[in-house]
């Protein structure tokens, strides 16, 4: 999920230090959401700019998707550092009220590393087995979003590009390999106008087309790199293979048939995303025939369908002659849609 400026979350079980960490995230003058219980918790911490947390609630904070960066662990009296059971949550352990003072200043200094980068949302788009559609899926949610100054990368440089599906593969703009991003200090602006771009605006960052064999293949630093500036505003969608999944990433679609195969591929994508700190959500296609239920994928794959796209008929042969639509197909439409519900 997308973070936001606006909220911190105050997850702390001691009533001494719970008082202190409600008045200091008020100081902030974010909204401050005061998780009571796990369910709320899990609930508030994808989308929170922060999250405060003491020892008695760090395992609630466990099960959730945040990023460690934007945690602060709290206390009414500092413990070492072997001591603490929550040190693995955050940089530091702050005794409230003493230190109260550097933690707002430490709160103050998140803002300042992440500001430009708290407006934008990263979506990777992993497919559970060849042939599910994941690019013309990413696609989608490119061209869904074009209001929103939607950006589309593509990691897979062996497949076909989405230059292709979009049909910008002659429109001037650069490519992998063009693109000097050095220490990461490229703005989201600057990004975008380096890049071919589509009629309704999504802007394309793909592979060049060529017959030499590529010595320097894309790293998952130099990945990291673009989505970092990528993610100063608007939607990125990464399509990718699991190994380059994007360390900035706030959910990942797991496109998949609903047949055996790919529920099991995806069953093993959904563990990989958790393990990476990552949301994943499924989106199923159809292929002419299903051998399961949108029910049984979800119990197979361990992870929720969040839209399903039924099999649109003369799709494959349009995208393959003209490129996608820039009028979606309805199904296609309504799923892109719903994808895009679950990041806002």
């Not at 589509?198 to 790293?219: I, M, N, Q, W, Y």
């Not at 496109?255 to 700190?277: D, F, I, K, W, Y």
């Amino acid at each position: 999920m997308a973070y936001t400026q606006s909220t911190i979350v105050v997850a702390v079980a001691d009533p001494a230090a719970h008082t202190e960490a409600v008045h200091i995230a008020a100081a902030t003058g974010r909204q401050v959401v005061d998780a009571a219980d796990a369910t709320q918790l899990a609930r508030h911490a994808p989308k929170a700019f922060a999250l405060l947390v003491d020892a008695a609630r760090a395992p609630d904070l466990a099960a959730t998707s945040v990023d460690r960066a934007r945690v602060f662990t709290v206390a009414a009296d500092i413990t070492t550092p072997a001591e603490d059971p929550t040190a693995a949550f955050g940089p530091a352990c702050f005794a409230l009220p003493a230190q109260a003072a550097d933690l707002l200043r430490a709160i103050g200094a998140l803002s300042l590393a992440t500001g430009p980068q708290a407006s934008g949302r990263v979506v990777a788009v992993l497919g559970a087995g060849g042939g599910v559609g994941a690019s013309v899926v990413a696609c989608s949610l490119g061209r869904a979003a074009a209001s929103q100054s939607a950006m589309l990368i593509d990691a897979h440089r062996v497949t076909g590009a989405l230059d292709l599906i979009l049909g910008v593969e002659q429109t001037p703009g650069a490519r992998w390999g063009d693109l000097d991003i050095g220490e990461g200090a490229v703005n989201h602006a600057d990004l975008r106008h380096a890049l071919p771009a589509t009629e309704d605006g999504v802007a394309v960052l793909t592979f060049s087309r060529t017959k030499v064999a590529d010595s320097h293949p894309l790293t998952r630093d130099e990945l990291d790199a673009v989505v970092g500036a990528a993610a100063g505003g608007g939607l990125s969608v990464v399509d990718a293979p699991l190994p380059l999944l994007p360390g900035r990433c706030d959910a990942a679609v797991i496109v998949a048939a609903p047949q055996l195969r790919s529920a099991t591929a995806a069953s093993r994508l959904v563990a990989e995303c958790n393990a990476a700190g990552v949301a994943p959500m499924l989106l199923l296609r159809d292929h002419g025939w299903a051998a399961l239920s949108p029910a049984e994928v979800e119990h197979a794959a361990g992870a929720r369908v969040v839209a399903h796209v039924p099999d649109v008929r003369g799709l494959p042969k349009t995208v393959e002659c003209h490129g996608l639509p820039l009028r979606l197909p309805r199904g296609l439409a309504r799923a892109a849609d719903a994808v895009l519900g679950e990041v806002a």
